[in-house]
């Protein structure tokens, strides 16, 4: 016959098992317990947004560079016309902050003959505006020279925008606007073409070239093989001349001002006087041949007295 069993025994409920903690997932693996090293540090990440626009009643050629600028650019934001008036700045720096951007080019067209340039960081500031003259855009030129879109630009300046701080300015600024941030959604992560600014006669030219590189499988470039690489243009041309910098955006305190800045109203007001004198001094020319053919002088009788 079996034992029984204690009272005590019997009264003993079967132990739960506690569930362990289950190991953190990460994009590596299981994360053991060893505590992850934190930075003091924080990374910079470039979120760098532009938004291009322009004003209304602008021409198809000045559009067409307008939208030439958009297709490089690919972390930039197109948005609607805005109206050219004194009140411009106070709208577009709520379209700016509305589209969550940092950097503003608006195209500005006055005349239908002038094309301004404002190159703006927004909110605080600064400001730069430029004319722009010059202009070929891609469809005009028809060249060649071929590159991906969205991929990273290579900018080079030349030596003399370190020279004088209002060309260092606009050194920061066209570099923190024309520069793509690496990781931006619409970016290839390489480079195959060049953006050159280069000053000249207190004028900054831009041209855009492709990396033409050697693709057959015999004849691939080294590293550091630059002499196998060649520049081919793409487009589209234009040149800056640079008017005023302004402390904040759309205005404010005037910082610099170009002395030798000319407007477009004053340089077609003095053709129009030149040509005005010229025609009259041509009408009179004509006038005065017309009156010495009507009225001939008589022949002098005394013309031929002194001769032998």
């Not at 938004?51 to 930039?76: A, D, E, F």
């Not at 300015?169 to 060049?194: N, S, W």
Request: include cysteine; charged fraction near 30%.
């Amino acid at each position: 016959m079996g034992k029984k069993r204690k009272h005590a025994e019997a009264s003993e409920a079967p132990k739960e098992e506690v569930a362990h903690d289950r190991p953190k997932r990460t994009l590596l693996g299981w994360k053991d317990g060893v505590p992850e090293k934190q930075n003091s540090s924080p990374v910079f990440r470039n979120r760098e947004k532009v938004l291009v626009t322009c004003s209304r009643r602008i021409t198809y050629r000045y559009r067409h560079l307008m939208l030439n600028v958009v297709s490089l650019l690919p972390h930039c934001k197109k948005d609607s016309k805005v109206e050219s008036k004194e009140s411009k700045g106070a709208t577009l720096n709520e379209l700016i902050e509305l589209r969550n951007c940092s950097s503003c080019l608006f195209f500005e067209c006055r005349k239908q003959k002038d094309l301004y340039l404002w190159m703006v960081k927004c909110p605080s500031g600064p400001s730069v505006k430029f004319l722009v003259n010059a202009v070929h855009t891609m469809e005009e030129l028809k060249l060649t020279g071929n590159h991906l879109k969205g991929s990273r630009p290579i900018l080079t300046f030349f030596s003399n925008f370190d020279k004088e701080p209002r060309w260092k300015l606009i050194k920061e600024m066209i570099v923190q606007i024309f520069g793509t941030p690496k990781a931006h959604r619409k970016v290839k992560p390489f480079h195959d073409h060049v953006f050159v600014f280069s000053i000249v006669d207190g004028h900054i030219w831009f041209r855009n070239y492709q990396i033409s590189v050697p693709h057959n499988e015999t004849d691939k470039v080294d590293r550091g093989g630059l002499d196998k690489m060649t520049l081919v243009e793409v487009g589209p041309r234009f040149c800056l001349n640079p008017i005023k910098i302004f402390g904040s955006s759309f205005g404010g305190p005037t910082f610099y001002e170009n002395p030798f800045y000319i407007s477009p109203n004053q340089i077609r007001a003095l053709e129009k006087k030149k040509a005005g004198k010229y025609s009259k001094k041509v009408k009179a020319k004509t006038r005065r041949k017309m009156h010495e053919l009507s009225n001939p002088l008589e022949p002098d009788e005394f013309a031929d007295l002194w001769k032998d």
